[in-house]
C-alpha cells in the first residue's frame, strides 16, 4: 500500500527528532519509512517542498480552540502556543528558518495575529511592523531554548566553568554579577527561568503595542472626545 503525503509528514518529523534537521535528506527519509525515494518524491517535489510541509505541519490545529479576549490577550495566547510548537521537535525553530512556502496553518494563525492587531485600531504599517516583531521575537526565543537544550547536552558545568574562566573581574563586573549567588548559569538556562524571561519579553512588546495604539489619531481623539466637559444646559 502506498505511503500517504501524512504519513510521509509523519516520518519526517520522527526522523527530525532522531537525525537533527542538517542530517535529514530525502533518502534517509525513505530509507526510514523503507520505501524507495521515488515514494517520497510522488508527494513532494523536492527536499525544500518537503521542509515546507514540515514547518507548516508543525502547526496543525494551533488555532484550536481560537484564541479569545481582548486583542492584547489573543496576541499573547498565539504566542505562547507557537512557541510551544516551534519546541516540540528537534531543531524545529531552524526548520521554521528554512521554510519558503507558508502553509495553511501557518497563514491561519498570520490572519488571526493581523486581526487582532486591526481591533488594536493601529495603522496598517503598525500592524505589519508588530506582527514582524512578535514573529522575530517568538522564533528568537525558540531557537535560544533549543540551544540551550542541546548546550545542557553537552554538560551545563563545563560550560559554565569555560564562561568563568573567560570573564575578567575587571572588565566583565556586570556579567560576573549575574552568575553569582543564586543566579548561577544554570538556573539562567533552567525551563522555569526561561519562560519567565519568555513572559516578560512578551509583556514588552504587547506593551509597546499598546502605547502606539493610544498614540494614533482615532484613539486620541476619542480620548478627548471621552474629557472634554459638557455643555450645561
Known amino acids: 500500500m502506498a505511503l500517504s503525503r501524512q504519513e510521509v509528514l509523519k516520518g519526517a518529523l520522527a526522523l527530525l527528532d532522531e537525525v537533527g534537521l542538517d542530517a535529514l535528506t530525502m533518502r534517509r527519509l525513505a530509507d526510514a519509512l523503507d520505501v524507495q525515494a521515488g515514494a517520497i518524491y510522488y508527494h513532494f517535489k523536492d527536499k525544500q517542498e518537503l521542509l515546507d510541509a514540515m514547518s507548516d505541519g508543525l502547526l496543525a490545529g494551533v488555532m484550536e480552540p481560537a484564541p479569545a479576549g ?4 489573543v496576541l499573547a495566547e498565539l504566542s505562547r502556543r507557537l512557541v510551544a510548537r516551534l519546541t516540540s521537535h528537534r531543531d524545529a525553530a531552524r526548520l521554521a528558518t528554512s521554510a519558503l512556502t507558508p502553509g495553511p496553518h501557518g497563514l491561519a494563525a498570520a490572519e488571526e495575529m493581523m486581526r487582532a492587531l486591526r481591533r488594536a485600531r493601529l495603522s496598517k504599517n503598525a500592524r505589519l511592523w508588530g506582527a514582524s516583531v512578535l514573529g522575530y521575537y517568538i522564533l528568537g526565543y525558540a531557537t535560544d531554548v533549543q540551544a540551550t537544550e542541546a548546550a545542557k547536552a553537552r554538560g551545563m558545568t563545563a560550560i559554565a566553568a569555560s564562561l568563568r574562566a ?6 566583565h563586573r556586570e556579567l560576573l554579577a549575574m552568575t553569582e549567588g543564586a543566579t548561577t ?9 526561561l519562560k519567565r524571561r519568555f513572559e516578560f519579553g512578551l509583556a514588552l512588546i504587547l506593551g509597546g503595542l499598546k502605547a502606539q495604539a493610544g498614540a494614533t489619531p482615532k484613539a486620541k481623539a476619542k480620548a478627548k472626545a471621552r474629557h472634554k466637559p459638557r455643555r450645561r444646559r
Open 70 to 73: 481582548e486583542w492584547d490577550e
Open 166 to 171: 573567560q570573564l575578567d573581574a575587571e572588565q
Open 185 to 193: 548559569l544554570e538556573h539562567m538556562m533552567s525551563p522555569r527561568e
